[in-house]
């Protein structure tokens, strides 16, 4: 069985699992999915637009605005999300030890400056599905809080090809990006960072 690099408060990280050449295949099907459903500014609850650019594929995406967090059927243009591209979806079936499979692929686009607050994922109708996420380009300090927001945290740094799984206890465990490390690889054209995450939706 394979086993994961480390295991932080119950989150698995799993260092280098996907080949450079795997990771350059999910990047050129990500650059289809985005001429299909380009990558926009969700704006906060309170107005303010994320420094994260975000699309999705899959049956549903996720979207924010100030009327708040929530899955939508459509991209903003009003067309289907794109499918998820099957090199994600096989990360997916390696991994997640789940029946299901994922509703949705969010794509999360760090630039220079993008952060992303400390958060659960907790859209979803179910919690009993885990999240699968994907890091591709920059490294990214990613914290890992607990299940109430608050309390001390612990920060590792994810490379790109690194997978994280957060299921069981630790599926609705407080998490955020303080920063990447822009520059820090080449995968991707303009620099930047994607972190792809699998989620069942409904
Ligand atoms: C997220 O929590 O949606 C993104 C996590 C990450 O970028 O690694
Ligand atoms: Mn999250």
Request: charged share 30%; glycine share 6%.
């Given at each position: 069985m394979p086993m994961p690099s480390k295991i932080v408060r119950g989150i698995e990280i799993w260092a280098e699992y996907l080949p450079e050449a795997e990771q350059r295949r999910i990047v050129a099907d990500l650059r289809s999915v985005v001429a299909s459903a380009p990558l926009f500014s969700p704006l906060t609850p309170y107005g303010k637009p994320m420094s994260v650019k975000m699309t999705s594929a899959g049956r549903y995406g996720w979207f924010s605005d100030r009327r708040g967090y929530r899955y939508v059927a459509e991209h903003p243009s009003g067309a289907a999300w794109p499918p998820i591209p099957d090199a994600v979806i096989r990360v997916w079936n390696a991994?997640?030890?789940?029946e299901r499979q994922p509703d949705c692929c969010l794509i999360n686009y760090y630039r220079r400056n993008s952060k992303m607050g400390m958060h659960r994922d907790?859209?979803?109708?179910?919690?009993e599905y885990p999240v699968v996420s994907i890091s591709l380009g920059d490294s990214a300090l990613f914290r890992i809080g607990n299940l109430e927001r608050g309390g001390k945290t612990e920060s590792v740094w994810l490379r790109s090809g690194d997978i994280v799984i957060l299921s069981?206890?630790?599926?609705l465990a407080y998490h955020g990006v303080d920063r990447i490390e822009f520059g820090?690889?080449?995968?991707?054209r303009n620099g930047g960072r994607v972190n792809l995450t699998l989620r069942v939706v409904d």
């Open positions: 991994l997640s030890r789940c907790s859209d979803e109708a179910s919690f069981g206890e630790s599926r820090s690889s080449d995968l991707l």
